[in-house]
Nanobody, 123 residues
Framework: VQLQASGGGLVQPGGSLRLSCAGS????????IGWFRQAPGKEREGVSC????????YYADSVKGRFTISRDNAWNTIDLQMNSLKPEDTAVYYC?????????????????WGQGTQVTVSS
């Protein structure tokens, strides 16, 4: 079982990136999936998550209104569209199977993680 995060890169402030989390050996629509990020010297932050049905999504206050999470069950991927990027969005972004609720992006103790993709927002 593998999760593969991709789509990171270098972008100027105000720009956009689209991250994708692909599943191998795992059907992602059977799991709630979330995105975490971790910047150097900072704690890991749960950014967004989506339930199995896609009927509920959660966003941290820091990204609300700028990021959109979505499912593409045909391609077995979870995408994170990131708009109006800010330098403080710079981090390594990870996708994982999670618990997703009003309380935020929760850890799945028996969950699966992707390897991370670097997002750098800088002029």
């Amino acid at each position: 079982v593998q999760l593969q995060a991709s789509g990171g890169g270098l972008v100027q402030p105000g720009g956009s990136l689209r991250l994708s989390c692909a599943g191998s050996g795992i059907t992602l629509d059977s799991y709630a999936i979330g995105w975490f990020r971790q910047a150097p010297g900072k704690e890991r932050e749960g950014v967004s998550c989506i339930t199995t049905s896609g009927g509920y999504t959660y966003y941290a206050d820091s990204v609300k209104g700028r990021f959109t999470i979505s499912r593409d069950n045909a391609w077995n991927t979870i995408d994170l569209q990131m708009n109006s990027l800010k330098p403080e969005d710079t981090a390594v972004y990870y996708c994982a199977t999670v618990a997703c609720s009003d309380y935020g992006v929760g850890y799945d103790l028996n969950g699966y993680w992707g390897q991370g993709t670097q997002v750098t927002v800088s002029s």
